[in-house]
């Protein structure tokens, strides 16, 4: 079997850039709205930080776990990357990003009743650069992230070529396996419009497995 790409980068020496990145969702009230209006707040949040974000486009996509019969989910990623200053990801503390982004959570109407039920907002920390965190509060690389086409789908149409920390594949190996999977439904990206212009290419908005 082949070297995986993470071993070929190592390998000549090429290291992943620093990054950051985080999975938007929602499934109660008006989801779109949601997004739309989060948005500019966590933009303005990481420029703070000297970062810089690139969003994927909307998808639509099924409920995963929880209660059944739940409605589906509008979600969306955004990469940020330290621009001309590498060490302003270095500075960052993860548990106070963890902290704003429950803050914008609870804002736009989050209750944590129930696990994986549905909500207003969904704000998850993918990942912080190469921290490894594991504490009740936060685990990072997210436990949950090369499991999740939801998640990786937005992160495929970033950059297909992206390899999180932890993994062994691409963000689009490893939703070609997801989707793979009996049963697992593609992701549906939407088209971009005002607020959100991000989209794929005309002719990939329903990703398949290949």
Known sequence: MGASLADQLLAVGIARPAS????????LGD???????????LAASLAASQL???????????AVGGPPGQPPYCNAALLATAGPSPAALNRLDPFALL???QTL???????????WGPRHLDLDLLWC???HLQTPELTLPHPLLQERSFVL?????????LLPPGARASVSLLLAGRLNHPGEQAPEALPGRRGWPEQLARGTARLAAR
């Open 20 to 27: 950051l990145a985080i999975g938007l969702g929602a499934n």
């Open 31 to 41: 989801p779109l709205a949601a997004l739309l209006a989060v948005r500019p707040l």
């Open 129 to 131: 650069g190469e921290a």
């Open 52 to 62: 810089r974000c690139r969003w994927s486009p909307l998808f639509r996509t099924a």
């Open 153 to 161: 789908a937005p992160l495929a149409a970033i950059d297909p070529a």
């Open 99 to 101: 902290e704003r982004l």
């Open 105 to 115: 959570e609870t804002r736009f109407g989050r209750v944590r009743s129930e696990r």
